[in-house]
């Protein structure tokens, strides 16, 4: 063989090597994302208590929250000092200190700092999974106000802690706890005029 032609199948047993390489450090975080969603089963319905905590880019916290969230997909509600909910489209939310119902067609970033559990489901779209020991860290595709997501979570493959870093240095933290699976239907995602009816409309849509 000559040298040449040596040279050649090196090059081509070497990028064979890198290309198996990079699979095998890629399937890690897949297969354990993959668990992850396997055991939240977000598009069946589950529950969540939680706890968000936001931090400025000391780590002072500037505000703090504890509530319930139901996820259903993409459909979501939440309650904690105000009451919001998702359809897929429209997010409505409802806030008792000026008795206003507000509308909106928030973007995706947005929705992420509602309901971090966004991310789960769109991740693959949005962003580059890795994998350190219980670890699922998100890295956005593309430049946004989210520069990293992680993802704790404890030995049955459930997320207890998702942390939000934005890129003014401020963070979002979310504990998770008291996962139930729920059956809901989608009027649970309606909240209107009916729900409060001497409540004024905001429509910033």
Do not use: C, H, W
């Not at 897949?30 to 969603?37: H, I, S």
């Not at 992680?150 to 870093?165: A, E, S, Y």
Request: aromatic share 8%.
């Amino acid at each position: 063989m000559s040298k040449s032609k040596l040279l050649e199948v090196l090059r081509r047993s070497i990028l064979l090597f890198s290309v198996v390489a990079i699979s095998i450090m890629v399937l890690p975080a897949q297969g354990l994302f993959d668990k992850m969603q396997k055991e939240l089963q977000l598009n069946k319905g589950v529950r969540f208590d939680y706890t968000s905590t936001l931090k400025d880019k000391n780590g002072r916290t500037l505000q703090s929250n504890s509530g319930s969230l139901i996820v259903k997909g993409r459909l979501f509600r939440l309650n904690d000092q105000v009451t919001a909910v998702y359809n897929g489209k429209t997010l409505t939310y409802y806030n008792p200190q000026d008795n206003t119902l507000n509308l909106s067609n928030p973007a995706e970033e947005e929705l992420i700092q509602i309901n971090p559990f966004v991310v789960i489901n769109s991740a693959r779209n949005y962003y580059n999974i890795q994998e350190n020991g219980t670890q699922i860290t998100l890295n956005p595709k593309k430049r946004g106000n989210i520069v990293k997501v992680t993802i704790q979570l404890d030995n049955r493959n459930k997320p207890t802690f998702i942390n939000v870093f934005m890129r003014d240095s401020s963070q979002l933290q979310i504990k998770m706890a008291n996962q139930v699976q729920v059956n809901v239907s989608n009027s649970t995602f309606v909240l209107g005029k009916r729900q409060y009816p001497n409540a004024e409309v905001v429509d910033m849509r």
